[in-house]
């Protein structure tokens, strides 16, 4: 898997509708059985990093199942993205990241 392709990967969880942290690393390993948890964790943070610095997305807490969506303050996103709890799938009750796509982000994808 290249850069674009997690990029594009990581694009369409967000679209999807508030896609766990946790999703985009599955799809990863999905797509890429060879990589470990720890790589494609890297990786989504890394992307997320950049599509959040593009405006194509951006991050909010929920708790699980399906809790209301808060957003994650700006000067708490690479905080966030650090914290390897919200890189696995919660339990319920649990405090959980999930990313959605701005139009932004949309029309990116598209293009892509």
């Known amino acids: 898997m290249n850069d674009e392709e997690a990029a594009k990967i990581a694009l369409w969880q967000a679209i999807e ?3 766990g942290l946790w999703e985009i690393v599955w799809e990863f390993n999905t797509v890429d059985p060879s990589g470990s948890y720890d790589e494609h964790c890297a990786v989504a943070s890394s992307v997320i990093r950049q599509q959040i610095k593009n405006g194509w997305v951006e991050l909010f807490y929920s708790i699980e199942p399906g809790g209301d969506l808060t957003p994650v303050p ?3 996103v ?3 993205l650090s914290e390897t709890r919200y890189w696995h799938a919660p339990q319920a009750g649990d405090k959980s990241v999930r990313v959605s ?4 982000g ?3 994808y598209r293009a892509i």
Do not use: L, M
């Open 17 to 19: 509708g508030y896609s």
């Open 74 to 76: 700006t000067e708490a």
């Open 78 to 80: 690479s905080a966030v």
């Open 101 to 104: 796509a701005t139009p932004a």
């Open 106 to 108: 949309e029309a990116a």
